[in-house]
Each structure stands twice: as C-alpha cells, then as structure tokens.
C-alpha cells in the first residue's frame, strides 16, 4: 500500500514504543548536558531480545566514547549479548539474596585467555541454564 | 564458591543444599540445579523419551553426556566451582545400574555399598574433573541421611536400615525436634523441594551436621570428600571441621 507524499512521515506518537525507547537512550547518552553517571532500570523495555544485543554494545561503545557510566540492570539474559567481559569497563554483576534476605552482589569475572565455555554457549544462555546465578532458587 | 547439583530428584537437591550450607557455608543463591530443571524446558521434560527414564538414569544420563557438567566448571570463569553428584542406591542392582548389592548382613555392607557406587558413577563420567567432582552416594536413600538426625541408633548405621523413608516419616511424629506446627507444615507441604528442605534445616549447622555423620557413613564420606575438594580449591572453605559456630 503506497502512501500520499504528506502521510510519508511518522510522528513520535506512531513509532512503537522501543524505537521511542532506544531514542531516549540515545540522546541520554549523546547530549551535553546529559548525567555522567545514571541508573537505569529494565533496559530491555519493548524491546526485540536481539536488538536489545545491539542496544547494549552501542551503549558501552557511546558511553565509553562520551565520558559516561550506566549502571543498567535487566532480568533478560539477551542483554548478556551485547557485553563483553573481557573489557573491563563493561561488568556483570550477579544481584541476589543470601539466605538470611541480604542483598549480594556478585561479580562475574573471565580469564583474559578464555573464551567462555569454549565459545559453545552464550552468556545468555549460561544464565539461562543456572551457570552464572541470579535465578531464583526457591521452586 | 559456585557448586552445581546433579541430582535425582528436588527432594535431594534440597538436602543436598542444607548439607552445602553446613559444610562449606554456601547459601542457596550460590548453589545452581544442574539437573532437575535447569537443562530442559517444560516441552522436552515432557517428552516421552525423558518420561520413560527414572531418575536414577536421567543422573547417569546427565554424567555420561557431561556437557552440563563441563559447563558448570568452565575453566574461563575465576570463581572456584564444584560439581556434586548425589544418588541413591536404593536401585543399584538394576540393569543399566549395575551394581550388585553387597551382602546386607555384612559389618562393612554400608561402606560397600557406597563405595561400589561410586566407582560406578566414576565410571559414568569417566574420571573427567576428578578433582571438581564430588559423588553424594546415600546409601539406600536420601531419607537415611535425615534419619541420622532425627532417630539415631546407637552402633547402628541408618543406611543399613530397610525403608528409610517409612522409618523417617515415623520417626518424624515421635521427635522432639520438632513442633506439633512445624510437623504438621511438613505434613502437607506439597513441593518436595520446600519438604526436604525444612526436614533437613537442621542439618544446616556444622555441629547437627557432625553429628550425624557419626550415625550414617555415606553421609560422613560425602562431607569428607567434599571438604577436601573444596580445601583444595579455596583453603579454608570447610566448616564442619572446625569448632562450633
């Protein structure tokens, strides 16, 4: 279906809302008077789990770029994709609670020689099988 | 310190659990199911292939296969890890199992028996991560363990007794260890993960724990093997050897 010259535009309100997301994201990181350091909670928000892999790596890459730090979290192991631990500026951080309710944080830390898992399995998917943490252990 | 559960069922990955917590002081976020659960989703589990398997096979499944448990210990991450690896020789001498059952009447038949599963299970995984992995062989069943607790028998080993897990439910309405209310949320706790875990709580402290490993071998060896794996991993990790806390 073809669209008249004056109906080729699609406004803020007619984007969905990860584009909207995404854009937020990026002038938060880009402008000058953006924070040089925000938390920022669900990054995955309306997003596709593959694109939330690119979101993540172009955010590391414009945040390292532009003097800013994020701390993100996310209970989607797509953003894992996006990481890469072997940059030290880029950390994982495992949020739990001991058995006493006391929050812990835990970081998950790589050999610099080795590729995880030999490179057979994401970090996505070894979070999602249990070998990072950060699941629930009460079912 | 991460430590992974091979187990038979969520019954043991509980007790399993406590006993990690007494031995090694690990809480339960940094304990993670291997097996039950964690390498299946809801439509394989429910295969008819994985249903027709018990779960004493599904354990030797998951030993011989090895790919969840070399993941686990990924030389590439910096934690120390373990592996631990429980089963029951309640049905060690079925085919597949192959163990033949020591003689019952035995003085050693409680030492045997475990012994001889767990050269088995050495022999499901093939020696691989000797060092990482640590075999949690109950002799007769997991309930034994908990026995030792709650009924102890003078010069008698509770893996020697026959139906641990009728002796454990009787012994449970008798014990003073216990309230009228808590004995009674156990009664009616349906998920075995919860039930386990609340029948074994007290086998969370090193002292309980010391305890009754003077009441049931494979339970002391366990403890044993498992305080020097993780000695040699992380000097100083082991609690049940060290004073009361």
């Known amino acids: 279906m073809a669209l008249d010259d004056e109906r080729r535009v699609f406004s803020a309100e007619n984007a969905n809302e990860g584009i909207l997301h995404v854009l937020f994201l990026r002038v938060l990181f880009l402008h000058p008077q953006g924070p040089r350091l925000m938390g920022i909670d669900h990054l995955e928000t309306a997003l596709n789990p593959h694109l939330l892999r690119h979101l993540v790596k172009a955010l590391a890459g414009i945040a390292a770029a532009h003097d800013r730090q994020a701390l993100v979290t996310t209970p989607n192991p797509a953003a894992l994709a996006g990481l890469t631990l072997h940059d030290d500026a880029q950390r994982l951080f495992i949020v739990s609670r001991d058995d006493d309710g006391h929050t812990q944080a835990r970081r998950v830390t790589v050999k610099p020689e080795h590729a995880v898992n030999g490179a057979k399995l994401k970090l996505s998917e070894l979070w999602m099988r249990g070998l990072l943490g950060g699941i629930p252990t009460h079912f | ?245």
Request: aromatic residues 4%; proline residues 3%; charged residues 30%.
């Open chain 2, 1 to 245: 310190m991460r430590v992974g559960v091979v187990a038979e069922g969520w019954a043991d990955c509980a007790v399993v659990r406590n006993l990690l917590k007494a031995a090694l002081g690990l809480d339960a976020a940094d304990v993670q199911s291997i097996r039950p659960e964690l390498q299946t989703d809801e439509t394989s589990a429910g295969a008819p292939t994985a249903r027709a398997l018990s779960n004493w096979q599904l354990v030797r499944e998951g030993c011989e296969r090895w790919a969840a448990i070399e993941a686990h210990l990924d030389d590439a991450f910096e934690d120390a890890r373990l592996v631990v690896v429980h089963i029951d020789t309640a049905e060690c001498h079925l085919s597949g199992f192959d163990v033949p059952r020591p003689d019952g009447a035995a003085d050693d038949y409680v030492t045997a028996c475990h012994d001889a599963v767990l050269a088995a299970l050495r022999g499901w995984t093939q020696g691989r991560r000797d060092a990482q992995l640590v075999g949690a062989v109950a002799v007769e069943e997991t309930d034994a363990w908990i026995l030792a607790h709650y009924a102890p028998e003078r010069g008698a080993d509770t893996g020697s007794l026959l139906q641990p897990k009728e002796r454990l439910q009787k012994a449970l309405e008798r014990t003073n260890a216990l309230s009228d209310r808590e004995r009674e949320s156990i009664r009616r706790e349906r998920s075995m993960l919860t039930r386990y875990h609340c029948l074994s709580e007290a086998l969370r402290k090193p002292k309980t724990l010391r305890a009754a490993m003077a009441h049931n071998a494979s339970l002391g060896r366990f403890v044993a093997r498992l305080c020097d794996a993780a000695e040699a991993l992380a000097p100083g990790s082991c609690r049940v050897h060290e004073r009361d806390t």
